[in-house]
């Protein structure tokens, strides 16, 4: 079992930056592929970015290709979410995922992933 926990949202404007944290619990986070997902009120849930285990491999959404960094220490059971160049339209609640290699590659709806933290709200002020 692997509980997450996300930080570091926040009220940001339009240009600024933030750095979302999810912090991991349990024994097998570092062999698990960690995925970041948003939703925006009245919109689905939608796909972020993702690293595999050894965080050699990241994927990103086009929409925030060139403006967000995912990242992770295994060391420290965290994955992480550079936000730059925020937009208004960035604004949602950012979730973090997490599960295993074979079940998540390839996917961006967030149905094969395990595990998911309760959310941190990002809001972009125009």
């Known amino acids: 079992q692997v509980q997450l926990v996300e930080s570091g949202g926040g009220l940001v404007q339009a240009g600024g930056s933030l750095r979302l944290s999810c912090a991991a619990s349990?024994?097998?986070?570092?062999?698990?592929?960690m995925g970041w997902f948003r939703q925006a009120p009245g919109k689905e849930r939608e796909f972020v970015a993702a690293?595999?285990?050894?965080?050699?491999?990241?994927y990103y959404a086009d929409s925030v290709k060139g403006r967000f960094t995912i990242s992770r220490d295994n060391a420290k059971n965290t994955v992480y979410l550079q936000m730059n160049s925020l937009k208004p339209e960035d604004t949602a609640v950012y979730y973090c995922?997490?599960?295993?290699?074979?079940?998540?590659?390839?996917?961006?709806?967030?149905?094969?992933?395990?595990?998911w933290g309760q959310g941190t709200q990002v809001t972009v002020s125009s």
């Open positions: 995922a997490g599960g295993t290699a074979y079940r998540t590659i390839g996917d961006r709806t967030g149905r094969a992933y395990d595990y």
């Open positions: 349990g024994r097998s986070f570092s062999t698990y592929t």
């Open positions: 690293i595999t285990w050894s965080g050699t491999n990241t």
